[in-house]
């Protein structure tokens, strides 16, 4: 029997500027991966942020895991999170930077670590600075981070920015491998192809509204 672990009703968002997000409903499964497409500035990454309790919605409710966000619990647990460029340390290396960040959770040791940027890609004992990393470097350790305390959820704003053909394959594996492990994920993507190959529902956000579309 399938199972929602988030559930969005009837969300929306104000700014001075304008409205983000326009009475947004939408349900999605535990152990899928779900697609969100759009123009920039369509709202996908105000969603992202409402969902994981960045920003509040004007109205309507979110629920993860069974928390209502800004109510039960101002950041929902156990998620994963990439929204926007990741930012590190720059006079750090990736290892370092994502030692400190695991340090405020306290969940995870350092062979933890190493194994996550392994899976993405990178060498844990590299002493180059972030500030040295190219974009693709930047956006595997962003990816690292979200999985290396091995979440429930992971929240994708454009995971493959930045990665060459080569590295948009791996990511590509990756994602599915975690998919088999029963995570969940939303992720966003300007790539059709990401979105054809990787994902299981696909919505499509313009101007704030959100349409689930047929694949």
Not at 39 to 47: A, D, E, I, W, Y
Request: proline letters at 4%.
């Amino acid at each position: 029997m399938s199972e929602n672990i988030i559930t969005i009703t009837n969300v929306s968002k104000y700014f001075k500027e304008g409205t983000a997000l326009k009475d947004v409903t939408i349900a999605f499964e535990k152990g899928k991966i779900h697609g969100i497409i759009g123009r920039n500035g369509s709202g996908k990454t105000v969603l992202f942020k409402c969902i994981c309790g960045f920003i509040p919605p004007s109205t309507g409710e979110i629920v993860v895991n069974g928390k209502v966000i800004g109510k039960d619990t101002d950041i929902p647990d156990n998620v994963g999170i990439i929204i926007e460029a990741p930012g590190f340390l720059p006079n750090y290396s990736g290892f370092k930077n994502l030692c400190l960040l695991a340090s405020i959770n306290h969940k995870i040791k350092k062979d933890a670590i190493r194994a996550a940027m392994i899976k993405v890609g990178l060498d844990p004992n590299n002493k180059k600075h972030v500030s040295k990393y190219s974009m693709g470097m930047r956006q595997r350790l962003g990816i690292a981070q979200a999985i290396m305390e091995n979440p429930e959820i992971l929240i994708l704003d454009e995971p493959m920015n930045g990665l060459d053909l080569a590295g948009v394959k791996e990511i590509r594996e990756l994602l599915k491998d975690l998919k088999d492990e029963g995570k969940t994920i939303i992720l966003s993507s300007h790539n059709s192809e990401d979105i054809r190959e990787l994902c299981d529902t696909v919505c499509e956000m313009d101007a704030g509204i959100l349409n689930i579309k047929q694949i």
